[in-house]
Nanobody, 122 residues
Framework: QVQLVESGGGLVQPGGSQRLSCAAS????????MGWYRQAPGKQRELVAA???????NYADSVKGRFTISRDNAKNTVYLQMNSLKYEDTAVYYC????????????????WGQGTQVTVSS
């Protein structure tokens, strides 16, 4: 079974920084991409940032220039460095991975972490 475990959430002041980590473990053959989504109360879950196995990245317009996604393939871990945090960044952040569990699988399965709360408040 594949598990994604997030860490690093918490309370931070506006303008501050936080770093989220997500480690994937279990039966993993290859990881196509990992990323971060977030969901604020009453809102739909949205993509924040994603990174492919080759290193290409995508960011939501709202976080460009402030957030940086990176990964350590050897550790199956993805990070999200969040700088210049704003009130509107407050949300539950979910780690996401698209991966294959065996060499025979021709498609990616999607896995989600349990979520970690990021609260930006003064």
């Amino acid at each position: 079974q594949v598990q994604l475990v997030e860490s690093g959430g918490g309370l931070v002041q506006p303008g501050g920084s936080q770093r989220l980590s997500c480690a994937a473990s279990g039966s993993i053959f290859s990881i196509n991409a990992m990323g971060w989504y977030r969901q604020a109360p009453g809102k739909q879950r949205e993509l924040v940032a994603a990174i492919a196995s080759g290193g290409s990245t995508n960011y939501a317009d709202s976080v460009k220039g402030r957030f940086t996604i990176s990964r350590d393939n050897a550790k199956n871990t993805v990070y999200l460095q969040m700088n210049s945090l704003k009130y509107e960044d407050t949300a539950v952040y979910y780690c996401n991975a698209r991966l294959r569990t065996t060499r025979y699988q021709s498609y990616d399965n999607t896995y989600w972490g349990q979520g970690t709360q990021v609260t930006v408040s003064s």
